[in-house]
């Protein structure tokens, strides 16, 4: 099943386009991660593929609703976490759970097996010491974490990661890796990351989108082997 395409989409902040005929596929229970040196518009790619940001030409497609039939459920986790809103009235417990929003009403009452979701993955994320912590207390690299965490507790169709360990050591990261694979492989989700660290992942991955600089500029999407039509997943 397509979850998003992009077809020949250009984009810019001014009248100087930043990307120009990019064209990415992706489908549900794929693993793929968005590589490219700094100032590729990597998040804006991102940005488009969500809908935030319209493109100039070209089309954006993203489908309302998974492979049963229900509204698709979208996590996604931005660049500069740590810019988060110091005086946000929440405890890191409060908004955790509240990811279990996303599957019901926020008017409901949390059944105990979402409240047992996101403790759980609080503690994954090795947040639960700081359970009853407000977020504005924590440094940038603890908000990350708790931003995953809720992510994760979204069990979403769909996790859009905008560099998500920055600031992590690489046995963290190790270990964030290992929970996006068990996501995809286990649990049939799908994944859509923006990462420098490609060497520590790319095994994992069903295909990696390059973004690469045309001559007049503007960046454009690419694999590791085509810049053509539909990518192929890496073997």
């Known amino acids: 099943m397509q979850l998003?395409?992009?077809?020949?989409?250009?984009?810019?902040?001014?009248?100087?386009p930043c990307l120009e005929e990019a064209s990415m596929e992706i489908r549900a229970g794929e693993f793929v991660a968005v590589t490219g040196p700094n100032g590729a518009a990597k998040s804006t790619l991102l940005k488009l593929a969500l809908g935030l940001l319209q493109?100039?030409?070209?089309?954006?497609?993203?489908?309302?609703?998974?492979?049963?039939?229900?509204?698709?459920?979208i996590a996604y986790v931005p660049q500069q976490i740590s810019a988060f809103n110091g005086g946000f009235p929440s405890s890191v417990q409060e908004f955790v759970r509240s990811g279990r929003f996303s599957r019901g009403k926020w008017w409901s009452r949390m059944k105990a097996?979402?409240?047992?979701?996101?403790?759980?993955w609080l503690k994954q994320m090795d947040m639960w010491e700081y359970r009853h912590r407000k977020i504005g207390e924590l440094s940038g690299g603890q908000k990350q974490r708790i931003c995953i965490a809720r992510a994760l507790a979204m069990s979403p169709d769909l996790f859009v990661l905008d560099e998500p360990t920055t600031g992590m050591d690489k046995e963290s990261r190790s270990q964030f890796y290992r929970i996006l694979r068990e996501q995809v492989r286990e649990k049939g989700r799908t994944v859509l990351l923006v990462t420098h660290h490609l060497f520590e992942i790319e095994h994992e991955l069903d295909r990696i989108i390059t973004l690469e600089r045309k001559e007049e500029g503007a960046w454009k999407c690419c694999t590791t082997t085509s810049c053509s039509g539909h990518f192929v997943p890496a073997g």
């Open 4 to 16: 998003i395409l992009l077809q020949d989409v250009m984009f810019g902040y001014n009248e100087v």
């Open 55 to 73: 493109p100039w030409k070209g089309e954006v497609t993203l489908a309302p609703f998974n492979g049963e039939g229900n509204k698709r459920v």
């Open 113 to 120: 097996e979402d409240i047992e979701v996101a403790d759980q």
